[in-house]
T-cell receptor, first 114, second 111 residues
């Protein structure tokens, strides 16, 4: 299967701890996105990469959040000093720059902050 | 801010019934995508509509994009229990990369 993959699928952590999630996009896709989804809501845009460049960060992404895509392939999303309000599903998507820019999502990482 | 409102929020029907769910906005979108999401999983892309007035069919699912590209509908004919899930619409605005999602319609098809 060459779809978008995310690891880990689930993460439980204590408040104040740091966590890091990984996303591997579809191999030929040069765009990569992070979204966050809370219960009863649709996904909300967090940030977007074109190749290795991070081109936009949402205001939802506080200073405790950092995302990287060092070689334009996989991406990591780190949350420092986690808070209970960070509990959510973190979704990664990828797309081609050309055409309809259809975004294909991974299975997500479910974060629970105790 | 571009907002998408989906209705109804919840829908419970019997197998074999038809249904329509709606996605409305006051903003114009360059394209609109429909996704289906199951619990604990990521959204799965069903269709992308681009042209105002466009109608796309995917087996028992019919998608329509409004003439003004501000709204869309999804019609399911003869629903099956496997159609159960959260149906999300997402619009692409002028940025050409950021999707704005509605809150979704949670569909339950009972046997």
């Amino acid at each position: 299967d060459t779809g978008v993959s995310q690891n880990p699928r689930h993460k439980i952590t204590k408040r104040g701890q740091n966590v890091t999630f990984r996303c591997d996009p579809i191999s030929e896709h040069n765009r990569l996105y992070w979204y966050r989804q809370t219960l009863g809501q649709g996904p909300e845009f967090l940030t977007y990469f074109q190749n290795e460049a991070q081109l936009e960060k949402s205001r939802l992404l506080s200073d405790r959040f950092s995302a990287e895509r060092p070689k334009g392939s996989f991406s990591t999303l780190e949350i420092q000093r986690t808070e209970q309000g960070d509990s959510a599903m973190y979704l990664c998507a990828s797309s081609l720059e050309t055409g309809r820019n259809e975004q294909f999502f991974g299975p997500g990482t479910r974060l629970t902050v105790l | 801010t571009q907002l998408l409102k989906q209705s109804p929020q919840f829908l419970s029907i019997q197998e074999g019934e038809n249904l329509t769910v709606y996605c409305n906005s006051s903003s114009v979108f360059s394209s609109l995508q429909w996704y289906r999401q199951e619990p604990g999983e990521g959204p799965v892309l069903l269709v992308t509509v681009v042209t105002g007035g466009e109608v796309k069919k995917l087996k028992r699912l019919t998608f329509q994009f409004g003439d003004a590209r501000k709204d869309s509908s999804l019609h399911i004919t003869a629903a099956q229990t496997g159609d159960t899930g959260l149906y999300l619409c997402a619009g692409m605005g002028g940025s050409n990369y950021k999707l704005t999602f509605g809150k979704g319609t949670l569909l339950t098809v009972n046997p």
